[in-house]
């Protein structure tokens, strides 16, 4: 049996299929994150059944679910929820919605919590119209439901303005025997080798990147047996990655596919440095946003996926020689804090100085889309942006200013920070990182929370949010150091 969700998986990539049928024990747990995710696409799908009324949610899964799914065909219903077909060569494929069209056809609406149409949108429906037409059920036409990334909320939210719906037969049918063909081998790799093989990893489309292809040969620890057997390119990126060691592939192998392993290195343009760092004036600031992002605009004045602001933390230099000051804003309440994050703002920031901030395009795009909901605010935020100096591309490699071999070709801060600050670190903190920090303030702003957990949950988010800029500082102080050596 090959399901919908196999086959997602299997274009994601043929490693990742393999590992939830074969190895599911070497994924790593479902992250909370991902569980957020999929509670946010049922709330879109819930809305977008809004645009279909009088219909009819399919019961049961599997054949349960096919068997339901016909007795309401046969009862004459003609709008159909998470109808389910089975074929008689064992494909099954749930789809989000069915209308009845011309005839005895029936047109298949898929729901996507996107807010564009991308190429893997015309497979994944392709393989349900396969599974339903060969199931015996005539499909028509082939839309796609995806969100409209310009809607505005005003009040509530309207489903017919927050969604697209797109007619995509025209595409969806060019696909098709692609779409057969990738059927074949993704029941291919179910029916595979149960034990390494290096067939399937030269099926990774990104060896260079691929988590999958990480997990997958860390399961089996004599991976480097078959090197001679894989292509170059992802032996190649086994190594790089460090995924397979050097050591335990033979010199030969090494050699043929011009493998020299990298020799650590550490070099500091001190004059570049300097000279970046001259067209500073302070006070400097040093500022970091926190954000949330949901599919369906949460507040009046927000569009689908908005980046919308509820934290800020500012460290303050006001002179090289002063003590250093913080400045910090977390909203307690959900609802649109958005006005009162910006009060508080612009009083904490001077009319002077620069703003140092890591990888500026984030910041200075909420200030855009503040300036334009809050126009009282827009000199305000311009004038923030037009202070701004990314500290972050002293790091960036192409600049060749601050190069060191253990950021593994990353200027993010989370990889720069342990190398040139070691003693700083995020370890010993409940939050770690951004998408846990967002995903928090829901939790910690919903009136349901208790006490306890709002005070824990605020606590982790101020010192997470405020180690950030805490961490630039530090890296501040560092190039500082550096510059006075030369």
Known sequence: MLTKTDFRNHIECPIFLWLTKKRPDLLPPQTEELKRIFAQGNEVDALARKLFPGGIEVQGFNKAGAVHTEELMEKGETILFQPTAISPDGLEAKADILKKGKGDSWDLYEVKMSAEVKEEHFYDVAFQKICFTDAGIKIGKTFLVHLNGNYVRRGAVDPKQLFKIENITAKVDSVIDQTRERIAEAESVITGAETIDEL??????????????????????????????????????????????????????????????????????????????????????????????????????????????????????????????????????????????????????????????????????????????????????????????????????????????RFNGSASLKKVLPVVCPELSYDDLEIHEGETASASWPILADPKTSAEKKESLAKAMLEYCGRDTMAMVAIMEHLEKEIEKG
């Not at 990104?206 to 292809?213: G, N, R, T």
């Not at 303050?316 to 609802?335: G, M, Q, V």
């Not at 920031?349 to 855009?368: D, H, I, K, Q």
């Open 200 to 405: 399937l990893i030269q099926k990774c489309h990104s060896p260079e990147k691929c988590d999958y292809l990480e997990y997958y040969i860390h399961g089996f620890p004599e991976a480097f047996l078959i090197a001679d057997k894989i292509f170059d390119r992802h032996l190649k990126a086994l190594l790089k990655r460090g995924i397979i060691d050097a050591d335990k592939v033979s010199p030969e192998i090494l050699k043929k596919i011009g493998y020299v392993p990298e020799v650590p290195f550490r070099e500091i343009n001190k004059e570049g440095i300097r000279s970046e760092l001259s067209t500073l004036k302070y006070p400097l600031y040093f500022f970091d946003y926190e954000t949330y992002s949901y599919p369906i605009p949460p507040f009046d004045g927000t569009k689908p996926f908005q980046q919308i602001p509820f934290q800020y933390s500012l460290h303050i230099k006001e002179t090289p020689d002063s003590e250093l000051l913080h400045k910090e804003f977390l909203a307690r309440d959900y609802k649109n804090s958005m006005a009162e994050l910006l009060k508080q703002l612009k009083n904490d920031f001077g009319t002077t100085g620069s703003v140092l901030v890591w990888y500026c395009p984030f910041e200075m795009a909420r200030n855009v889309e503040m300036a334009a909901t809050y126009p009282e605010y827009a000199d305000f935020l311009n004038d923030i942006n037009s202070r701004i100096f990314d500290l972050m591309l002293i790091f960036k490699f192409k600049r060749n200013l601050y190069l060191n071999s």
